[in-house]
Each structure stands twice: as C-alpha cells, then as structure tokens.
C-alpha cells in the first residue's frame, strides 16, 4: 500500500507577526482541487517574495496579507478506498492587491516519471518523494517547500514555467541493491521525471558492523546534499533497516550524499546513530561507508586551562570514531595537584550538558582523571556489547594565568582483519593501527602544536587485571601494533602518548573487539 504525506519545511514563522498584519491591505483565498475536481482540504503555505515572510493558512480561508507578490504552495493529497491515494505537488505565483483568489487544481497535474534499466532483481515501480520549492528566496530553496511521498503514477505535479519556482525529487527502486536518482529543476515541467542509466550511477556501500552500539536494529539512509543547496535538498532514500551486522549497496545518481544511521533499542526508542561527513561521489565511482567498526573511543574532547580553572567537557567519551557520533556517559572526572584531590565529580550527558571545572591557584604539574561508562536509563544493553568502558589519564602543566588547550592526546584503535561482528579470530594475530589526535570544542582558547615523542600499547585478554606490552612501529603519521589474541573473550587496549615536555596522556578502551 503506498504511503503519503505532506511535508512542509519552513524557517520563517507559520504566523502572521504583529507588524505585519497592521500592514495587511489586501487578502488570499486558495481554493484546492482534487484530481476529479471536487474541493479536498489542505494546508496552503504562501511565501512572499523576496522577502521569504511564511504563512500557513487552511485552503479556502481568507488570510490577510500586506500588498505584493507571493507564491502559494500546496501537496494535494487525496485518499482512496483500496489505499491508492495520491498526491499532487502545485505551486502558483499571485499577485496579491484587494481581494485575490487562487486555484491550484489537482487535475492539471502530470504523473513524474522516472525511468531506470533496472536489473530483474527490481520488480517494482519506483517510490517517489517530490518537492515544489521558492526557489528565489533565501539561500536554502527547501526551506520553504511542499513535498510529497509516493509510488510511482500516483504522485503529480502541476507545470508552471515560472523561474520564481524549483522542483526536485528523488526516485527509489528496490531490489537486491538499492537504486536512487534526483533531479531538480527550475519551473515545474510540463512533463515531471527523467530517464536514468546505471553506468551513469556511483555506489556506496553501507557496511554495518554489530557488537559496538547501544542497540542491535540499525536503520541506514542516503539523503540528498548539494553543495549549493536546491530543491533536492534533504530529499530522504531509506536504504536498509534491520539487526546489525549487514551490508547494503545503493546506486545513486552523482553528487554530494549524506549517509545516516539510526540505531533503536527493543523498545523503539532511537539510541543513537548519526551524520558521517558527506561524500561526493562520480559516476563509475564505488566507495564504504563504514559505521560501528571497533573500537569506539573518545572523539574529541580535550582539557582546557580557562577562567583559572582546569575545565573539561565530558560529551563525547565513546563513540564511533567514522561517524562522529558519541553515546551518552557516566563519568567520574578528578583533578589532581600531586597527592592533593583539587576536584572530584561523577556526571552524565543522559539528558543533560554536564561541564568539569576545577579552579586551580598555582602553576604546575597536574593530573586529569576520567572513568568513563556507557549509560542509557531504560534500555537493555546487548549481551557482549563492545567499548562498554573508557578512561583517560591526563598529565600536564597547567598556569592559571595562561588559557590554553592541555598539550594532551586523544588515540583511536583501528583493528584490521576483524568480521563483521568486530571479531578477531581465536588464536590470532591482530595488527592495529594506532593514532594520535588532539580536539577543542571553544576557538577561543589557545591550542598549540605538540609533537609525539613516543608511543606505548599495552593489550589485556582479562578484562585489564594483567597487561602484555605490545611491539610499536610507526608506519607514516600512525604506529601499528600486533596482539595475540587468545581462545574466546575479548581484548582491552590501552595507549600511552608523551611529548617532550613530559605530557602524557593515558587512554584504556575495555572490550575494545571480540575474539570469535
């Protein structure tokens, strides 16, 4: 059964402001026709131009306006007893003086059609999702838009010519792999849709490894993000949801993709996921996008000296370093001046933004401790779930009278060879790469250079009770590190960075992958 909505993004108020209406002198009725001429109901929104002032108004509802031009836009959407409804995108410029009247009607729509050489695994027509869009006011076009989802020949749109107006959509089809093009043009076309051949595609493949999320059920997406945003922007492809680990490859017409994953608990609730940097991908062209590799880890957080303090953000502690996004914590953070405890606080960014700060009176060596544990109230942890725990243990000077990011580090594991469940097999070998990277979430504050004197990794098959030195080598900007891996369990890893001022970073992932 295809589904149908109507989707409105607008950034400017759905209200007429004060101002405005004292200035109204003149008035917009739109009338919305069905595709068998009777009125259907709907939402109209009117963008004035070039202003980009929004209202929301109920078609055939009087809605006082100022004098000027506008753009009424609507998706005509019309219901049907055997579930085959339809939607029909229109758009009219109006000049609005006195007493205006406009009518979109749904019967001078044309199907958008949408062809592909698909191969015989795709046995479906093509879902659809439409936007009519204002395409000269602002820089952002679909923020003022009607859009609008179905199978296709039940989604139309009414031709209009006007340069004033853009339209773009995306068609999906699903077989084996998943195949997705969009288009985008100004006016509306007498005849909406466009022919596509897959030699002229690129692919992503979506790989979802399990083991290290919150939660088993991954739902994966491409969206549409031109560098110059259009009417194509945000336009949605679903690409694969179900139980982590899977692949899904998706074909799609060349351009800028955001890739996307949402991760949810048994009981619906969305976890986690994120937005990985965008790609922009050629025709031919075939990359991976990765999400839940292991290890997860800290992503970008550093200690900062500010305000006489030592402060810290603790948001980003355990996360999937190829997306950027980190799950919630429970942390306990400590500073230390030698044996003296300046400041001792357990947080959590469950709902909250917590902020680690520790005034501190003297200049000299001090000591930043942070014991990191994943935490989510009101959902059931996968058994064996991956990087469960982090802690960071940050020596360095710090002078109240000098604001300055710590010259500490943050290290990111990357473990090759492991399966698709993050698992290494038993009695293997497993070679890491191994890197070292710094982070500041505030401009203002100092951040210098600082260079890597050495680099220490320590591997721990019991749950971090005993540590084995692993042999280190530096390979370009990185070190690779080989660990023995025993029968069954899981491995910890832990890194220790100096420079040549003696800062030294310590950074400890338990269950950093699986042996299978």
């Known amino acids: 059964m295809p ?50 002032e929004s209202y929301s108004v109920a078609s055939g509802k009087r809605i006082n306006l100022p004098s000027g031009r506008y753009i009424a836009m609507t ?22 003086s006195g007493r205006a009247s406009v009518t979109l009607d749904a019967r001078k729509g044309k199907a958008v059609k949408a062809s592909l050489d698909t191969p015989a695994d795709v046995t479906g027509p093509p879902q659809i999702s439409g936007q009519v869009c204002a395409a000269t006011v602002g820089n952002m076009p679909s923020a003022f838009s009607v859009a609008g989802w179905n199978t296709a020949g039940s989604l139309y749109a009414i031709p209009n010519s006007s340069k004033l107006l853009q339209f773009g959509y995306l068609a999906q089809w699903t077989g084996n792999d998943t195949y997705v093009a969009v288009k985008k043009t100004t006016g509306i076309p007498a005849q909406p849709g466009g022919s596509f051949k897959r030699s002229g595609l690129a692919a992503m493949r979506l790989s979802v490894r399990g083991g290290t999320q919150m939660a088993r059920r991954n739902d994966t997406a491409l969206q549409a993000l031109p560098k110059v945003s259009d009417c194509t922007t945000d336009l949605y492809a679903n690409v694969h949801d179900a139980d982590a680990p899977y692949s899904a490859t998706v074909h799609v017409t060349p351009g800028r993709w ?68 980190a799950d919630p914590t429970k942390e306990t953070v400590a500073l230390y001046k030698g044996s003296t405890t300046v400041k001792k606080q357990t947080l959590t960014n469950w709902r909250s933004d917590p902020d680690f700060s520790a005034r501190i009176h003297a200049a000299g060596w001090y000591r930043l401790t942070v014991d990191a544990h994943r935490y989510r109230p009101g959902i059931t942890f996968p058994s064996g779930m991956l990087s469960p725990r982090v802690t960071l243990d940050w020596r360095f000077k710090a002078d109240p009278a000098k604001s300055t990011v710590a010259p500490v580090f943050l290290t990111r594991f990357l473990p090759a060879g492991l399966n698709n469940r993050n698992q290494a097999v038993a009695d293997s070998t497993t070679t890491i ?78 269950r950093a992958y699986a042996i299978g």
């Open 3 to 52: 589904l149908a909505f109507v989707g409105v993004a607008v950034l400017a108020p759905l209200f007429v402001p004060a101002a405005s209406a004292q200035a109204a002198s003149a008035s917009l009725t739109v009338t919305t026709l069905g595709r068998h001429g009777s009125k259907v109901a709907t939402t109209v929104n009117v963008v004035a131009v070039p202003s980009g």
């Open 75 to 96: 998706d005509i959407y019309e219901s049907a007893a055997n579930g085959l409804g339809t939607d029909t995108l229109g758009a009219q410029v109006v000049s609005v």
């Open 258 to 325: 955001q890739p996307r994953d949402d991760i949810f608990a048994d009981n619906g609730d969305d976890v986690g996921g994120g937005f990985p940097a965008a790609r922009t991908l050629k025709a031919g062209q075939s990359v991976t996008q990765s999400f839940g590799r292991a290890a997860w880890s800290p992503l970008h957080s550093l200690p900062m000296v500010r305000q006489k303090s030592v402060q810290f953000y603790p948001g980003s502690l355990i996360g999937d370093p190829d997306v950027g996004w």
């Open 433 to 510: 790469t191994v890197s070292a990277g710094r982070g500041s979430q505030d401009p203002d504050v100092k951040f210098t250079k600082v260079a890597v004197k050495s680099v220490r990794v320590w591997a721990s098959a019991d749950g971090g009770k005993t540590w084995k030195a692993a042999a280190v080598t530096r390979s370009g900007s990185a070190w690779k590190v080989s660990v023995h891996n025993p029968a069954s369990g899981a491995i910890a890893l832990r890194s220790e960075v100096t420079d040549s001022d003696g800062d030294r970073s310590v950074q400890t992932v338990y």
